[in-house]
Nanobody
């Protein structure tokens, strides 16, 4: 079992920045791949970014490429999402997710993740 707790969401003006955190517990942090997803009101949950611990590779959704950065602090079992140049269309609940294992290629599909956090709200005003 893996428990995930997100934090760091809030209200920010367009062009601003936020850093989300995802604290993980329950299993060895690097033994399962992780990712961030988001869900806007009335929309499906969509992929944002993923990381593979096996390869170190990351994959970003086109909509956030160049603006968002995934990172981690393994000693603290924490995954981060640095979000810069935020836009109103980035407004959503952001979820941290963990898979059952790690593999070479980052996982971009929602169904590939088993564990989910409770989400943290990000609101970007225009």
């Amino acid at each position: 079992q893996v428990q995930l707790v997100e934090s760091g969401g809030g209200l920010v003006q367009a062009g601003g920045s936020l850093r989300l955190s995802c604290a993980a517990s329950g299993r060895t942090f690097s033994s399962y791949d992780m990712g961030w997803f988001r869900q806007a009101p009335g929309k499906e949950r969509e992929f944002v970014v993923a990381i593979s611990w096996s390869s170190g590779m990351t994959r970003y959704a086109d909509s956030v490429k160049g603006r968002f950065t995934i990172s981690s602090e393994n000693a603290k079992n924490t995954l981060y999402l640095q979000m810069n140049s935020l836009k109103p269309e980035d407004t959503a609940v952001y979820y941290c997710a963990a898979a059952l294992s790690t593999r070479w290629n980052p996982r971009t599909l929602r169904d590939e993740y088993v564990y989910w956090g409770q989400g943290t709200q990000v609101t970007v005003s225009s």
